[in-house]
């Protein structure tokens, strides 16, 4: 049971992504409205954003820039760095 939750949460998590980017293209093409262009000038200008934004994605993948984000994240997060000091004590701890 717990499993198909989890594996609902992350279908969920998967749908929000495709939604946001969707959401991305629409605000694009509401931009471009303003502008007297063609059609296909409008297309083409969505294909190259779409190509950089995904240009963006696989750079943030190749440099891990979103895993050092988070793991300064962590080391400056009060909470944790609390959590991770009493893991510490409780490890250097000697039964007696």
């Known amino acids: 049971m717990l499993n198909r939750l989890v594996r609902l949460k ?6 929000l992504i495709y939604y ?10 509401i931009f471009l409205r303003g502008y007297e262009i063609s059609d296909l000038a409008r ?4 294909i190259v954003i779409a190509v950089l934004a995904v240009f ?3 750079l943030d ?3 891990k ?3 050092k984000e988070q793991g300064h994240f962590n080391r ?9 000091d ?5 490890k250097n701890c000697k039964p007696d």
């Open 10 to 15: 992350v279908y969920a998590q998967r749908s």
């Open 20 to 29: 946001q980017f969707i959401q991305y293209v629409l605000i694009i093409l």
């Open 43 to 46: 297309i083409l200008i969505l």
């Open 56 to 58: 963006i994605g696989y």
């Open 61 to 63: 993948t190749r440099f």
């Open 65 to 67: 820039i979103l895993e």
């Open 76 to 84: 400056e997060n009060a909470e944790l760095r609390e959590i991770r």
């Open 86 to 90: 009493l893991l510490r004590e409780l």
